[in-house]
């Protein structure tokens, strides 16, 4: 059974940095496109930004103007590991944090259908 966890979350002051990490046990990631989505309070899950394998040279699709200049999506394969790397947060931010995998990366926010899902790290940005 594929099972795929998220870590690195927590809590943080606005400008703070955290970075997530996506793992999993027998489970290579690299086979797969990895997208990192988040679900703030009361609203729709969204995907945040995707990274293809490395067979499709990792290309990385990010899904938030909001995010942009700020997050950064990347894979570590030694480590079987996606991290989404996360600057300059905002209380905007705040979100229970997924990451998840597929054959192919998302192609538009709203698109949450994916394969396997992890259970989901909390980030909270607050003063």
């Known amino acids: 059974q594929v099972q795929l966890v998220e870590s690195g979350g927590g809590s943080v002051q606005p400008g703070g940095s955290l970075r997530l990490s996506c793992t999993a046990s027998e489970f290579t990631l690299d086979y797969y496109a990895i997208g990192w989505f988040r679900q703030a309070p009361g609203k729709e899950r969204e995907g945040v930004s995707c990274?293809?394998?490395?067979?499709?040279?990792?290309?990385?699709?990010d899904y938030l103007d909001s995010v942009k200049g700020r997050f950064t999506i990347s894979r570590d394969n030694a480590k079987n590991t996606v991290y989404l790397q996360m600057n300059s947060l905002k209380p905007e931010d705040t979100a229970v944090y997924y990451c998840?995998?597929?054959?192919?990366?998302?192609?538009?926010?709203?698109?949450?259908?994916?394969?396997?899902w992890g259970k989901g790290t909390l980030v909270t940005v607050s003063s």
């Open positions: 990274i293809l394998s490395s067979d499709h040279s990792d290309r990385i699709t």
């Open positions: 998840a995998a597929a054959w192919g990366c998302p192609t538009a926010p709203g698109d949450v259908d994916m394969d396997y």
